[in-house]
């Protein structure tokens, strides 16, 4: 496909994952009747993301289970591809749940799946355990795409690696506050164009608790432009990939112009004090 429509939600925070799901449904059928092919939510869009380590722990599931698979449901109805945050199960004992990213497609399958690797702040740690694996590139309508988690974005070696594995756009659910504006407005157009790729940044707004969510979800072009951007309030948006705009902006690539040989400082922890 030379192109692929993707709609990001940005959205507050529900009272129960009931009432998450029943709101993604409507979503997904707006989004799929208005031609989208891909819907993207925010971080722990079914449950929450502020809710305490203990709401945490009651809700998580495995990558199969009932939220998983009444998006499913809705990919298959409506005919759409989903990508929705939860908290994962983990699989040792007494462990903090992963937070974790899915993208469902149209036939209900689970096409690529990842679990939050970099941990922002006190409230991150204090619910969750860090994915120990970097993300991995899927392959979908002949787009190669990948999954990061809101901070994740944030550094640019987690973009540089997708980018690498040969990335057209990258997908990231996020739950970023309000005082970081920057982020949308300066890191995740530089993270586009550095590695001239598309970057869709869907952001949830509102309040949750004493936590102010900052909005301005983003699509960012492969040239570093917003192709499309939400101010503070709930809102869909809905951007068309273009793979001629992919090929356009990779006339000057910085992957291929990389000095590796001058890199080896990058393995190494900070010295900054």
Not at 36 to 53: K, R, V
Request: proline fraction near 6%; aromatic fraction near 8%.
């Amino acid at each position: 496909m030379s192109t692929l429509t993707l709609a990001l939600w940005q959205t507050p925070y529900f009272d129960s994952p009931g009432e998450a799901l029943a709101q993604l449904g409507a979503t997904a059928a707006s989004a799929a009747a208005d031609g989208a092919d891909l819907l993207i939510c925010p971080e722990m869009s079914l449950t929450g993301y502020a809710i305490g380590p203990e709401r945490v722990d009651s809700l998580a599931e495995s990558a199969d289970g009932p939220l998983s698979q009444a998006v499913a449901s809705f990919a298959q109805r409506h005919n759409i591809g989903i990508v929705y945050g939860y908290p994962e199960r983990h699989s040792v004992d007494g462990k903090r749940p992963f937070n974790a990213a899915q993208a469902i497609g149209p036939d209900g399958r689970s096409m690529g799946h990842y679990r939050k690797t970099h941990l922002f702040g006190d409230l991150d740690r204090a619910q969750f355990s860090p994915g120990d694996a970097a993300s991995q590139v899927f392959e979908w309508r002949g787009w190669q795409l990948g999954l990061l988690i809101c901070y994740d974005v944030e550094f640019p070696e987690a973009v540089r690696d997708l980018a690498l594995q040969g990335a057209d756009a990258v997908l990231v659910p996020t739950a970023n506050m309000a005082g970081f504006d920057e982020v949308p407005s300066v890191l995740v157009p530089a993270r586009a164009c550095e590695n001239r790729l598309y970057v869709a940044y869907a952001n949830a707004c509102g309040k949750e608790g004493r936590v102010h969510y900052g909005g301005l979800s983003l699509m960012a072009g492969p040239d570093g432009r917003a192709l499309a951007q939400a101010g503070h309030g709930t809102a869909l948006l809905q951007r068309r990939l273009s793979r001629p705009a992919l090929a356009q902006a990779r006339t000057h690539d910085y992957l291929s112009q990389r000095r590796t040989d001058l890199y080896d400082p990058l393995r190494e922890p900070s010295t900054r004090a």
